[in-house]
């Protein structure tokens, strides 16, 4: 259940229709929709503009060459569509077509940057955002000429000026703005920040960004002095580095410990679903429906979607470890039931994200004592949970105020179990989309999925390194209070650097 910062997205998933036959090939057809100047509507099938009004279709993908680019070519990443322009990637998780060559389903979510087509354009491009973002912090008050007005419609002029305020008083003068591989490192005259998720309009003004403390600067000589630093930790803490398919691990500091993992257990139900299609009882290409009733609370954006509104396996599964979009997760979790998942975390009724957040509402207090009471009760727990199914979720503020709510209302995983649900999912191009703390360039390919809420992070990834070695690096720290989750991901970053 990431918790989202400072951040606004827009989302590039469009909604989809059933598949038919094809008259052209899926590689003419999205390269014909993502390289016209203009689009037209008779490439759309009607069940799809029914769904989706044709303005709705256009905006977003008018709004592609902003993000990324212009467009270069179709290719492919681990046998999915890749679409290359010249300032970064769209990896397209889902593309389907009638037998008349129009579109009835199409999904994307973003690639790899290291893939893009115009490193030139990309320098040019990232030296603009360097002295734009100068402006957002050289001048006080907030410059509001610089954000754009679909950034305000959901993010109001007011509150960006108090957290622009806020991060001036802390961190004092900003000094200057350095180009980094995977964003924008700003410091100041107390500290840095972090810029990612940069996105401009036509007229230079920003429609997305995030803002985060910049992670410190450590390294480590050897792995025992990792795992020493992060025993140093206080509350509770685990690390396992392991090399995939040998016995004994290069570190372990309580790899069998049970500890809450956040959106971490999301691994389980893309195995889930991995395992009931090479079965097959589902088909990547199935389709579920979103309900009102199917709605949690962010991170992510289907939240938002309209009620209706149909996603196929792959998509759900694609946003749910890329952008870890928690009503993407319970519609899945939702199609493969509950028994498969529980069964490879090992855990005993385990809740959806939805009924999780509902268990940690105040207003449902009681519901929680009735979840403590259950205890390992199975069936207890169930009643509980189908109950929480239908509670009323809290307002998201309430995760933003600083401390712990109802801790004990998570999934509890040991750092052993998380490497081998990584290991029978890294090879799916879902858990290659996002990196997370690794540099790509360092390795040959990356796996990754975390998570985290306030007092609760866990950091784990499947690299195999330049010289052929696969590992997986597991680490989770919980404590009853906000963690210091940028020294958590510096030092995992260390860790991770030695086993270049």
């Known amino acids: 259940m990431n918790r989202p910062l400072l951040t606004l997205t827009a989302s590039?998933?469009?909604?989809?229709?059933?598949?038919?036959?094809?008259?052209?090939?899926?590689?003419?057809?999205?390269?014909?929709?993502?390289?016209?100047?203009?689009?037209?509507?008779?490439?759309f099938s009607p069940d799809f503009l029914a769904q989706v009004p044709f303005e709705t279709i256009a905006a977003q993908l008018r709004s592609l060459p902003t993000q990324f680019g212009r467009f270069v070519r179709m290719d492919t990443l681990q046998g999915q569509p890749?679409?290359?322009?010249?300032?970064?990637?769209?990896?397209?998780?889902?593309?389907?077509?009638?037998?008349?060559?129009?579109?009835?389903?199409?999904?994307?979510v973003p690639g790899p940057a290291s893939a893009a087509a115009d490193p030139a354009a990309a320098q040019s491009e990232q030296a603009k955002v360097a002295s734009l973002l100068e402006g957002l912090f050289k001048v006080e008050p907030l410059d509001l000429s610089l954000i754009s007005p679909s950034f305000l419609e959901q993010v109001s002029a007011d509150e960006l000026s108090k957290t622009f305020a806020a991060i001036r008083a802390g961190s004092?003068?900003?000094?200057?703005?350095?180009?980094?591989?995977?964003?924008?490192r700003l410091t100041f005259e107390k500290g840095a920040w972090e810029a990612s998720?940069?996105?401009?309009?036509?007229?230079?003004?920003?429609?997305?960004?995030?803002?985060?403390?910049?992670a410190p600067d450590i390294s480590y000589a050897s792995l025992?002095?990792?795992?020493?630093?992060?025993?140093?930790?206080?509350?509770?803490v685990s690390l396992l580095v392991q090399e995939v398919g040998q016995p004994q691990p290069l570190a372990d500091l309580n790899s069998r410990k049970l500890l809450a993992v956040g959106s971490a257990f999301k691994l389980a139900i893309l195995g889930e679903l991995q395992a009931q299609v090479t079965r097959g009882e589902k088909q990547w290409t199935d389709e579920v429906t979103l309900t009102d009733a199917d709605r949690s609370l962010p991170s992510g954006t289907l939240q938002d979607a309209p009620s209706?509104?149909?996603?196929?396996?792959?998509?759900?599964?694609?946003?749910?470890?890329?952008?870890?979009?928690?009503t993407a997760t319970d519609l899945l979790l939702k199609a493969v039931g509950r028994q498969g998942v529980e069964a490879r975390l090992g855990q005993t009724a385990m809740p959806s994200t939805r009924e999780a957040f509902a268990l940690k509402n105040p207003a449902n207090i009681e519901l929680l004592r009735a979840y403590r009471s259950a205890g390992l009760d199975r069936d207890a727990r169930r009643e509980v949970l189908e109950q929480a199914t239908a509670a009323p979720l809290p307002n998201a503020g309430l995760f933003a105020q600083g401390k712990t709510v109802a801790q004990d209302v998570e999934w509890f995983v040991s750092a052993q179990r998380l490497c081998r649900l990584m290991a029978n999912v890294a090879s799916l191009p879902e858990t290659q989309l996002n990196p997370g703390v690794a540099a790509p360039a360092d390795f040959e390919?990356?796996?990754?999925?975390?998570?985290?809420?306030?007092?609760?992070?866990?950091?784990?990834?499947?690299?195999?390194?330049?010289?052929?070695?696969?590992?997986?690096?597991?680490?989770?720290?919980?404590?009853?209070e906000p963690l210091e989750e940028q020294i958590f991901v510096a030092m995992y970053a260390a860790v991770l650097k030695l086993l270049r």
Do not use: H
């Open 308 to 326: 209706g509104s149909r996603y196929t396996l792959r998509d759900l599964a694609a946003r749910m470890i890329s952008q870890s979009d928690n």
């Open 12 to 43: 590039v998933l469009i909604a989809s229709a059933s598949a038919q036959a094809q008259a052209i090939t899926q590689t003419e057809a999205l390269t014909r929709l993502l390289s016209a100047p203009e689009l037209r509507a008779e490439w």
């Open 445 to 480: 390919r990356v796996s990754f999925k975390g998570g985290s809420e306030i007092g609760v992070i866990n950091l784990t990834t499947q690299v195999t390194t330049k010289a052929g070695r696969t590992l997986c690096v597991s680490a989770t720290w919980n404590r009853p």
């Open 82 to 108: 890749l679409a290359v322009y010249g300032r970064g990637t769209l990896v397209v998780t889902v593309a389907s077509l009638d037998d008349q060559g129009r579109l009835t389903a199409f999904g994307a």
């Open 197 to 214: 998720g940069v996105g401009l309009d036509d007229q230079g003004r920003f429609t997305s960004l995030l803002l985060r403390p910049a």
């Open 224 to 236: 025992d002095e990792a795992r020493a630093a992060f025993a140093a930790l206080p509350g509770q």
């Open 172 to 184: 004092g003068a900003l000094q200057n703005v350095q180009i980094m591989n995977a964003g924008y």
